[in-house]
């Protein structure tokens, strides 16, 4: 009956599959964006253990949520994004759902301006994530790119970026990476975030912030900071949120879609179609995710736990930013790798062509995504030493 090609492994999916099937012991996954510990582990969270002990004793029912999941959720996940003082937080400009994860969140609202504006065009960075373009296109929107990343000087082009910004027509949609730009591990400063909320609010166009590495850059408040520059501008704006990495709830699938209208009349109106998206996505999002950062975000003492372990995580990256910039370094590479130790968040470009990450691959075990992507989250101090020489060793290919 279906007459179709085999379609093409996801990216950063399908290649964890082919690690998964690989029988070599010493190989390394950087591919896929989750956080590993020094000893290899993605570990639950001990907040979240605590969390989960808590809910074991008092959940009542697995009856369904509403729409729009845990009635709480808006009133947590507001002052995260926004910070407590902003005069976001429970504003009637402002509404919140419960997702499925970011990507869940994503499909909701291209889902929402599919249906709303179905002629306008969807803009994603150069790079940007691999799933961003399927998402969009899937609702059947158009997608298109603006310029973003300098690859000669492994930073942002921030010229070429804002001349993009620029040309985009008013209705089109922007789809922005709130901190920790995945795949370069490059973001704006707020010099550059400010001008382009002011690009935004001149030229019309819509700001959809992909928001997934919130605490995972510099800190909690300092990477929302770039996004709530642009807001400031008192543009509309969706924020597609996920608690999977700095929450390690990668399984539970639970982000948040939040709304950003310019009144509370407009807001009412796009909620109420937002809710439409999800009930005939998914009719109302799976509880346990929610349940557990709910019970983490209102209580203090669990609150703490939570932000002293995302502390401790981010150092941890940091410490293997470092770790591979000195290695490199130490190995001759006739590449500067200082740029790793300036950028942020879980992923850097590792600075090799398609040839060399197959050769990474396949002579090293070493998996990394196509386009050069590593994650850096996912490197232990015990494998540094392997990475550095099988970096090295490809490069010599060049
Ligand atoms: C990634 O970019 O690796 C993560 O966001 C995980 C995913 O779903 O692709």
Redesign the pocket.
């Known amino acids: 009956m279906f007459n179709l090609e085999m379609a093409p492994p996801d990216p ?2 399908g290649l964890t599959e082919t690690f998964r099937a690989d029988p070599n012991p010493d190989k390394i996954n950087l ?4 956080y590993k510990d020094d000893n290899g582990n993605t570990p639950i969270m001990r907040a979240v253990k605590l969390a989960e002990k808590k809910l074991l004793s008092s959940e009542q029912t697995k009856s369904y949520l509403s729409i729009p999941g845990h009635g709480q959720l808006p009133h947590l996940t507001q002052p995260l994004l926004f910070g407590a003082d902003s005069e976001l937080v429970g504003s009637d400009r402002t509404v919140t759902a419960q997702a499925p994860g ?2 869940g969140a994503l499909r909701v609202a291209g889902d929402f301006i599919a249906k709303a504006t179905p002629t306008a065009s969807v803009w994603l960075s150069n790079p940007t ?3 961003h373009k399927a998402i969009f296109e899937a609702t059947g929107l158009q997608t298109k790119v603006y310029n973003y990343y300098d690859a000669q000087n492994q930073s942002l082009d921030k010229q070429a970026f804002l001349e993009s910004l620029q040309a985009i027509p008013a209705g089109d949609v922007v789809i922005l990476h709130g901190c920790c730009h ?2 370069s591990g490059v973001d704006p400063d707020l010099d550059t975030w400010n001008t382009v909320g002011s690009i935004a609010a001149a030229k019309g166009w819509l700001a959809l912030f992909d928001f ?1 590495y919130q605490g995972f850059g510099t800190g909690l408040e300092e990477d929302r900071a770039g996004m709530n520059k642009v807001l400031e501008h008192g543009i509309p704006a969706f924020i597609c949120s996920s608690y999977s990495k700095n929450f390690g709830l990668y399984n539970e699938r639970i982000g948040a879609i939040t709304f950003v209208g310019e009144n509370a009349e407009e807001t009412r109106r796009v909620f109420s179609h937002i809710k439409v998206a999800i009930r005939s996505n998914y009719s109302n999002p799976p509880s346990h995710g929610g349940s557990i950062v709910t019970e983490i975000l209102q209580d203090p003492v669990l609150t703490k736990t939570w932000e002293d372990e995302l502390t401790i995580m981010r150092n941890r990256i940091l410490s293997m930013r470092t770790g591979l910039t000195d290695g490199l370094a130490a190995r001759g590479v006739d590449i500067d790798y200082s740029f790793i130790k300036r950028q942020i968040g879980m ?1 850097s470009f590792a600075g090799i062509n398609p040839d060399q990450v197959d050769m990474l691959r396949n002579k090293h075990h070493v998996y990394a995504v196509h386009s050069g992507r590593i ?1 850096v989250a996912g490197i232990t101090s015990s494998q540094m030493d392997r990475l550095c020489d099988a970096l090295a060793d490809v490069l010599k290919t060049k």
Do not use: E
């Not at 591919?31 to 989750?34: F, L, P, S």
């Open positions: 950063i999916l591919g896929v964006g989750v970011g990507t994530w691999a799933n995945n795949p997934a992923f994650n």
